[in-house]
């Protein structure tokens, strides 16, 4: 393919050879372009012709044998007429084996030239002559001695020479070449890589006529990766049929012949270029092989005009591998340490000379431990924690000094916390040593606190913590003052036991202690206010901490701070603040991965799903924290997850799902955590669903008792009174559930499904005005499980008296409760549903809604979710003046004197249309 030129030229050559006029061509071009395949093809059609073919083949290995390509040439010569066993080549091996004084231009090697060119010229008299020389610049010099006494008599002589090389600025036999090019015989062909449209042609003829078109389906662009290099190209040609893309024994091998049919220089240059990366400066590469800068340059270039290389870089990663591939492990990892000093010493990025440290698992220099660990921060920075523990385990190992091996482990730890706890665990004990031998800093220490409570290790935390409190000083106070009031809220036993500081009410925690974390600084800020139920102070810097977790991706308190953060927000009823961090957070969920942090972040979600009702996506949101985080590497914090996805299941009727999780083992000391309250509160739900009141009221009462007994009864971790209360009343003790309710009522929050509970545990006549209230409070604070139960409520109560009031409380509950999956409560509407008339009945009142005009139920539509008028004005983009005038007509085409009459349908209707 595209060959036609040199083609032409070497036919013509031929037919001048046929007319007695001796000819000699050079064949030049870069490596695989296809000088073999063309001098293969020439001798195929002399052979048709007519012609006696001798061939050879140079090769590095033997060009130290004398006439090693002459003794080649002359086995295609017959016996008796000058061939191998003739006279002039005896005389060759005589001057061969002469040594050094029998050289080339010695009297007898003269003389076996002259002979042997005459037996050659003689044999072109009864038959034209065809030699081929391949790789010329692997010849011996004898041979080509040879050659040029054969060329200088070919006169008329049927001799037809071709020579075949690779093109280059400084070729090695150049006294030969010198010779050669003043020759009125000469004729120079040049080869090169094929073009785009050569490439496609080529690709059709070897893929079928769809293959050379833009690269469909994945497909690699053939001329991209082959750079038209016919060699290259073949074998990716199989690949693609094969396997659809370059393989390392296809495309790879390919490569490699490449390089070897060049000279060392060229493959050292790429082995350089394969291990210092594409990145890399010209002088590191030359400086890596020990070449010259020339050499270097030259060998680059080579490549480059071959398409090998594209300007200096690999066309595929096939390549780059199968280079390394073909070095012995050995080899490897000494020019992996050699490329380290050298990037070292010419002071290049730390990243960079880890990564060859790390290659070649070699930390012995003096600076190797400095370097690894500096290119370990930036690779937490970059959210490369399998990298940066890499390094670390490497920095760790070339350490002498224990404090400074300690100081490195406990970074180490941190880096593999963040991909796999469990894979973690097994530096603690090694760091409890060192902590308690005053070698650990109070940052590592205070984490190290953190991840023995993780996985229930409580004693040798308090260890831990004792020694910390015994050697702070009062300059760095703050941050262990911030640790004990995280530990007052997430681990509260540890806290009262060892006596936590009661905080001043009037700490504002305005800014960290001097050389505190703020990380940790903030999660204290957080617990404080979930403790004592601060109110908008907590809520700003919740948003806050949520809106920067970016930058703290690579802090060991960030996946503390994610969940307090959204708890205080649910608390507050900021559900439209912590659904927007679910929403971002969500969509940099791929890049999050599989680790710890991606877990934690899943798991708020799904608490975040849970509390606005939207039952599928907690239960997706909690599976995937599970998946994204081995059940082992949990530890006491499995009760997060567990608790929203049994809560959220037994609220959906997956009570089956529900169980399979219950089912699972988890730490005994979870349930000194604060995520034992939020399993033991799920669990108690999920019994009371089953049918088993006396279970579900024993851990209702379990967390009442956990709650009181860490003093956390203000801050109200879970709502367990209301829950207690309503398995009293399943168990018909109306008077205990009462005494809780009150107890309820009594604090600020939870007043909603108290008042709701009351409601059931009043007579018929009190019901009314305390359902009422409910279900404001349930609206208000967006929580949809509970709203949908207190409309249905609602309905029975309406049910004995104003039977159609009754039936458009009855369809909003059955709307929220489908838009939410709640099953359960779906069907137990239904049943309703029946008492009140039917599903025919039920659309009594709606035959307005048909009047409305498209505007109209827009607007309707938006009202019906809770929107204000001025909400609705800036999604509608009209003004509020106009909304107040669309409710009024709305209002009066319905029957219906209030917002709160709206049909549920009207948001249902608009989504569907939507």
Excluded at 825 to 851: H, I, Y
Aim: hydrophobic content about 45%; proline content about 6%; glycine content about 10%.
């Amino acid at each position: 393919m595209e060959r036609d030129e040199q083609i032409l030229q070497l036919d013509a050559l031929v037919q001048d050879c046929l007319a007695g006029r001796g000819r000699v061509a050079l064949l030049e071009g870069p490596l695989g372009t296809g000088r073999t395949a063309l001098l293969r093809a020439l001798a195929e059609r002399a052979e048709r012709s007519g012609f006696r073919c001798l061939r050879a083949s140079c090769s590095p290995a033997e060009q130290a044998l004398p006439y090693g390509v002459a003794g080649q040439l002359l086995r295609g010569v017959p016996r008796g007429e000058g061939g191998a066993d003739g006279p002039s080549a005896r005389l060759l091996d005589e001057v061969a084996a002469g040594g050094a004084d029998a050289g080339p231009a010695s009297p007898e090697a003269v003389r076996a030239h002259h002979g042997l060119s005459l037996a050659l010229l003689g044999l072109a008299e009864r038959e034209p002559l065809l030699i081929t020389v391949d790789d010329l610049r692997h010849a011996d010099v004898a041979s080509l001695h040879l050659l040029l006494h054969l060329v200088r008599r070919l006169g008329p002589a049927r001799v037809l020479v071709v020579l075949a090389d690779e093109a280059a600025p400084r070729p090695r036999h150049l006294t030969f070449l010198a010779e050669l090019f003043r020759r009125p015989e000469l004729r120079r062909l040049r080869l090169g890589p094929l073009s785009p449209d050569g490439t496609a042609r080529a690709a059709a003829e070897l893929l079928g006529p769809a293959a050379p078109g833009p690269a469909p389906g994945g497909r690699p662009d053939l001329h991209a990766v082959s750079g038209g290099n016919p060699l290259l190209l073949d074998a990716l040609a199989e690949d693609v049929r094969v396997a659809g893309a370059p393989r390392a024994e296809g495309y790879g091998l390919a490569f490699l012949a490449c390089l070897h049919r060049g000279d060392p220089a060229t493959a050292a240059v790429a082995r350089a270029l394969a291990i210092m990366g594409e990145d890399a400066d010209p002088a590191e590469l030359w400086r890596l092989v020990g070449l010259s800068p020339e050499d270097a340059g030259r060998a680059l270039g080579s490549l480059d005009d071959a398409a090998v290389l594209d300007g200096g870089r690999f066309r595929h990663p096939v390549a780059r591998a199968a280079v390394l591939a073909d070095l012995a492990p050995a080899e490897r990892a000494d020019l992996h340490r050699r490329a380290a000093r050298l990037l070292h010493d010419r002071g290049a990025p730390a990243t960079r000379v880890a990564d060859h440290l790390a290659a070649a698992d070699h930390a012995q220099e003096p600076w190797a431990p400095a370097v690894l660990s500096e290119a370990a921060e930036h690779a937490l920075l970059d959210d490369r924690a399998e990298a940066a523990a890499r390094f670390l385990r490497l920095a760790h190992r070339g350490l002498p000094g224990e404090a400074e091996r300690a100081a490195v482990r406990a970074r180490l730890a941190g880096a593999e916390w963040q991909t796999s706890p469990s894979s973690a665990a097994r530096h603690l004990a090694p760091l409890v040593t060192a902590a308690l031998g005053g070698r650990l800093g109070l940052a590592d220490g205070l984490a190290l606190v953190e991840r023995l409570l993780w996985f229930g290790r409580g004693g040798e935390a308090v260890r831990v913590l004792d020694r910390l409190r015994a050697d702070a000083r009062p300059e760095s106070g703050g941050g262990l003052h911030d640790a004990e009031v995280w530990l007052a809220y997430a681990h509260p036993p540890l806290a009262r036991d060892r006596r936590t500081p009661v905080l001043a009410a009037d700490r504002h925690f305005a800014v960290p202690a001097p050389g505190g974390d703020p990380q940790l600084h903030a999660v204290a800020i957080l617990a404080d206010g979930l403790i004592r139920r601060r109110g908008h102070g907590a809520v700003a810097r919740a948003e806050q901490v949520l809106r920067d977790l970016p930058l703290h991706l690579r802090n060991p308190w960030t996946v503390e701070a994610a969940p307090l953060a959204v708890q205080v927000l649910l608390r507050a009823d900021r559900l439209d603040a912590a659904a927007a961090w679910c929403e971002s957070s969500a969509k940099d969920a791929g890049a999050e991965g599989s680790g710890t942090r991606a877990a934690f972040f899943a798991a708020a979600r799904a608490e975040v799903a849970l509390r606005t009702g939207d039952l599928p996506s907690a239960m997706r949101e909690a599976r995937a924290a599970l998946e994204r985080l081995g059940a082992k590497s949990w530890g006491v914090a499995a009760g997060y997850p567990i608790g929203t996805f049994v809560l959220a299941a037994t609220r959906a009727g997956e009570h089956d799902e529900a169980a399979k999780l219950l089912a699972l083992s988890v730490p005994d000391a979870m349930f000194q955590t604060r995520h034992g309250l939020g399993y033991l509160y799920a669990r108690g739900h999920h019994h009371l669903a089953a049918g088993h009141a006396h279970a579900a009221l024993a851990d209702f009462l379990s967390c009442g008792e956990l709650i009181r007994g860490w003093g956390l009864d203000t801050a109200g971790p879970v709502p367990w009174r209301t829950d207690a209360a309503e398995a009293w009343l399943r168990l018909g003790n109306r008077d205990q559930a009462r005494r809780l309710i009150r107890e309820q009522l009594a604090r600020t929050d939870g007043r909603g499904p108290a008042l709701r509970l009351l409601a059931a545990a009043s007579p018929v006549g009190r019901r009314l005005p305390l359902l009422t209230e409910a279900v404001d409070l349930a609206e208000a604070s967006g929580d949809r499980y509970e709203q949908a139960r207190v409309l249905a409520d609602l309905s029975r109560v309406h049910a004995a008296g104003n039977r159609r009031r009754a039936r458009l409380l009855l369809r909003q509950a059955l709307h929220v409760a489908n838009m939410c999956g709640m099953r359960p409560l779906a069907r137990e509407l239904l049943s309703v549903q029946a008492d009140l008339g039917g599903a025919e009945a039920m659309a009594d009142g709606l035959e307005g809604v048909a009047s409305l005009t498209d505007s109209e139920r827009r607007v309707a539509s938006l009202a019906v979710v809770g929107n204000t008028n001025r909400e609705i004005a800036a999604k509608l983009y009209i003004t509020p003046s106009t909304v107040e005038q669309h409710l009024t007509r709305i209002y009066r085409k319905l029957g219906i004197r209030r917002r709160k009459e709206l049909p549920a349908d009207l948001w249902a209707g608009l989504r569907k249309t939507g």
